[in-house]
C-alpha cells in the first residue's frame, strides 16, 4: 500500500511545533482527532499505545524519519498522517539525529500484514535521500503527496 494512498492534504502537517517524540506523537494523534479521523473517544488509548511501542525502541528508523505506529481492534481502516519538522524533533533515533518526517499510523488489529508491507514500503521510500531532499523543500500539502505518490515533482532537480 502506498503512503499517499493513505493521506489527503488535510493529514500532512507542513510545519511540527513540537521537539521531541512523545509530544510530537500527541500532536499527531491530535490532528487526526481535529479532523475527525480518529474518534475523540481513542484519543487517550491510541496515544498510550503508541507510546508504548515507542519506549519499546524508538520508531526513529535514522535519516530524518520516523514512523510512530500501533494496532486498534476499533479501527476499521488504516489511520495515518504525515508530519515535517523542519527545525527536527529529538525522536532517540537509532542513529541519533534529528527527525524531519513522521508518518505515523494506526492499523486495525485483523490487518497484520498489511501493517507489516506499509512499514517496509515507508521505510523503503524513506531511504532515498531524494525524496527526502524534495519532501524536505516542499512548498504545500499537495506537493508533498505528489512526491510521495512518486509523481515528478514541478522544481527541477
Do not use: W
Not at 507510546?51 to 520508531?59: G, I, K, L, N, W
Not at 521510500?125 to 514541478?154: H, V, W, Y
Request: charged content about 25%; some cysteine.
Amino acid at each position: 500500500m502506498k503512503l499517499a494512498s493513505l493521506l489527503t492534504p488535510d493529514l500532512v502537517i507542513l510545519d511540527m511545533q513540537s521537539d521531541e517524540h512523545l509530544p510530537a506523537i500527541a500532536e499527531l494523534v491530535d490532528h487526526l482527532v481535529s479532523l475527525g479521523q480518529l474518534d475523540r473517544g481513542l484519543r487517550d488509548e491510541m496515544l498510550a499505545a503508541l507510546c508504548a511501542r515507542e519506549e519499546q525502541v524508538s520508531t526513529g528508523i535514522g535519516s530524518g524519519v520516523a514512523i510512530p505506529h500501533a494496532f486498534s481492534e476499533k479501527v476499521s481502516d488504516v489511520v495515518a498522517v504525515f508530519g515535517r519538522s523542519k527545525e527536527g524533533i529529538d525522536f532517540e533515533s537509532l542513529d541519533n539525529g534529528p527527525v524531519h518526517f513522521v508518518i505515523l499510523f494506526i492499523v486495525p488489529k485483523k490487518d497484520y500484514q498489511l501493517h507489516l508491507r506499509t512499514l517496509a514500503a515507508i521505510a523503503k521510500m524513506f531511504t532515498n535521500c531524494e525524496i527526502r531532499k524534495q519532501l524536505a523543500a516542499a512548498p504545500s500539502r499537495t506537493e508533498i503527496l505528489d512526491i510521495l505518490a512518486g509523481k515528478p515533482s514541478g522544481n527541477p532537480a
